[in-house]
């Protein structure tokens, strides 16, 4: 069975950047295929007005990063609203990242805006206030690379809180089972994390956030759990397909039994 994802790409990698690293779409198929899954993909810029023509056009669905500030309310974002409803209610699993995380929490209408603590830059570390299923981890903390000033400032009705930091409350937030969400990168390594710091320091970025960032990138055992959670973010887009495929193998085989 080939699954198919849908890459809904809200923004892109800076110029001085992406010959290097490819687009934030380009990130998602390298770290699962790194976390040892490997999917069909088809990218829809959603900011340039290119939109799938139904929800179920895929089997699951990525929302990535972006610039962008969701209570801009441009058009664009208004159409992926409603797509994100749609995707919703023909239950198709939805993973969102960072801008995707902070969208689909305004499209369940719960308030997205600038954190009055400032930016969240470089490797931060996460608690887990539940045990999670598909999810390895030596421990209940794991760490991403964090790049965003807006938050999701309440939790969406439809939400249960998965992980959360003294910085960012809402941190990761799942849907029914439906939708999985974060507001840091796993796409984001150690690496690129330290070469967007380093570009966006002095600009977006305020250079004492941005040289505090550096200092933790630059330590010898800089690191994050982007595999383990990439293995959980794949468990969690193909969840279905397995019951489904593991439902058809009994079928086969009891048919295989029968006289």
Known sequence: MT?????????????????????YADMFPRLLGKAGFEFDYRTFDVRDGEFPAAAT?????????????????????????????????ADRPMLGICFGHQIIADAFDARVDK??????????????KR???????????????????????????????????????YAVLRYDNRILTFQAHPEFDVTFERRLVQHLKGQSVPEADAN???????KPDAATDSLAIAAW??????????????????????EEACP
């Open 3 to 23: 699954f198919k994802i849908g890459i809904l790409a809200t923004g892109i990698t800076p110029d001085a950047l992406i010959d290097e690293f490819g687009s």
């Open 57 to 89: 056009d895929c089997d699951g669905w990525i929302i990535t990063g972006s610039k962008a500030n969701v209570y801009e309310d441009l058009p664009w974002m208004r159409t992926l609203k409603g797509l994100i409803r749609d995707i919703y209610q």
């Open 115 to 128: 954190f009055s603590g400032g930016w969240g830059v470089g490797l931060h570390q996460y608690t887990l």
């Open 131 to 169: 045990p999670v299923e598909d999810l390895a981890l030596a421990s209940s903390t794991f760490t991403l690379s964090a790049m965003h000033q807006d938050q999701v400032l309440e939790k969406p009705e439809a939400a249960e809180v998965l992980a959360e930091s003294a910085f960012c409350p």
């Open 212 to 218: 505090q960032a550096l200092d933790g990138l630059s």
């Open 233 to 254: 973010m794949a468990r969690f887009l193909t969840r279905d397909a397995d019951e489904q495929s593991n439902s058809s193998n009994a079928s086969e085989r009891t």
